[in-house]
């Protein structure tokens, strides 16, 4: 079956500094999406990340502070910039149609740290 | 806009009891919709889907049927495991009238199980 993976797992930052958080599928997929799961929350879409296109954020978020690329069929990152302690969360990134068409399928997520 | 609604937890229940968790939803368009789950320390899995009314989806032993009547998707288990402890996410996926997607899933609030043996 497809994986995929995120890099870090976990991390604890300081205030004012920026993480980048990488997700690698072993196989090509046009979609991808990064959420955000707060303490004891739901999961939250950030941005959908196309590859060869700008990414398309949602309500609330913005390129400034979460900007992303998506250089190719397989990877994306993430950037959490000057960050707070209200940034930690559980970041996860997610496909579309691994292994079933109009289905997402999830990392196993960041968990960051912000002190 | 579209929503998702869960009953409330946490859920507590004893080995081989019938679980039900709640879900409800509102959409504007042709919804899919899901149910994941988050085992402790990990990311989400998706459990089942459904993509249109009366279809049921199942898996390790879970059910959920979409009611459009209703509109609701409750999941449902005639016999728990404790290693069924989790927190289980409702969620719809909203498709256009040509059935793609927009990608964007929407995620209720989320249902602690814990299943003492």
């Known amino acids: 079956s497809a994986v995929i993976s995120q890099k870090p797992s976990r991390d604890i930052c300081q205030r004012g500094t920026s993480l980048t958080i990488q997700c690698q599928v072993d196989s090509q997929v046009t979609m991808m999406f990064w959420y955000r799961q707060q303490p004891g929350q739901s999961l939250t879409l950030i941005a959908t990340?196309?590859?060869?296109?700008?990414?398309?954020?949602e309500s609330g978020f913005v390129i400034d502070k979460f900007p992303i690329s998506r250089p190719n069929l397989t990877f994306s990152t993430l950037t959490v910039s000057n960050m707070s302690p209200e940034d930690s969360s559980i970041y996860l990134c997610?496909?579309?149609?691994?292994?079933?068409?109009?289905?997402?399928?999830f990392g196993p997520g960041t968990r960051l740290t912000v002190l | 806009g579209d929503s998702v609604t869960q009953m409330e937890g946490p859920v507590t229940l004893s080995e081989e009891a019938f679980l039900t968790i709640n879900c409800t939803y509102t959409a504007t368009g042709y919804p899919s919709l899901f149910w994941y789950v988050q085992y402790p320390g990990e990311g989400l899995q998706l459990l089942l889907k459904?993509?249109?009314?009366?279809d049921k989806g199942s898996n390790k032993g879970f059910e959920a049927t979409y009611r459009k009547e209703t509109t609701s998707f409750h999941l449902e288990k005639g016999s728990v495991q404790v290693s069924d402890s989790a927190v289980y996410f409702c969620?719809?996926?909203?498709?256009?009238?040509?059935?793609?997607?927009?990608?964007?899933?929407?995620f209720g609030q989320g249902t602690i199980l814990t299943v003492h043996p």
């Open positions: 459904a993509t249109k009314a009366d």
């Open positions: 969620a719809q996926l909203n498709l256009n009238a040509g059935g793609t997607s927009y990608g964007k899933l929407t």
């Open positions: 990340a196309n590859q060869g296109s700008e990414a398309t954020y």
């Open positions: 997610s496909v579309e149609g691994l292994l079933i068409t109009d289905t997402q399928y």
